[in-house]
């Protein structure tokens, strides 16, 4: 059974930082997915960034590029967001997800187009003065 965990979250002023975590377990496909996407409210969920099993490429949502960093570490099952320069208009709930696959090519920005399989519960980023 897979199962996503975040955690990290919280209210920071204009200008902040904040670090999300996701700690997975439960998935054995040998092509994957993962990554972290967010939903603000009265809008569809989006993909912010997301790397695969099969190479080093991180995709990166254009708003997002220069101010979030995705890194990972292996020995832990552990994703994370570290998030800087927040803008109020990054408020949202971010989910971490996984997207299971056959195969690896284009996998991280295909994942982030179009969604994951699996998903966290989500944990709450509100950015504001």
């Known amino acids: 059974q897979v199962q996503l965990v975040e955690s990290g979250g919280g209210s920071v002023q204009p200008g902040g930082s904040l670090r999300l975590s996701c700690a997975a377990s439960?998935?054995?496909?040998?092509?994957?997915?993962i990554g972290w996407f967010r939903q603000a409210p009265g809008k569809p969920r989006e993909g912010v960034s997301c790397i695969s099993s099969s190479d080093d490429y991180t995709y990166y949502a254009d708003s997002v590029k220069g101010r979030f960093t995705f890194s990972r570490d292996n020995a832990k099952n552990t994703v994370y967001l570290q998030m800087d320069s927040l803008r109020p208009e990054d408020t949202a709930v971010y989910y971490c997800?996984?997207?299971?696959?056959?195969?690896?090519?284009?996998?991280?920005?295909?994942?982030?187009?179009?969604?994951?399989?699996?998903w966290g519960k989500g944990t709450l980023v509100t950015v504001s003065s």
């Open positions: 439960g998935f054995t496909s040998d092509y994957y997915a």
């Open positions: 997800g996984i997207r299971q696959a056959t195969s690896g090519r284009g996998l991280a920005t295909y994942a982030c187009k179009v969604g994951m399989h699996y």
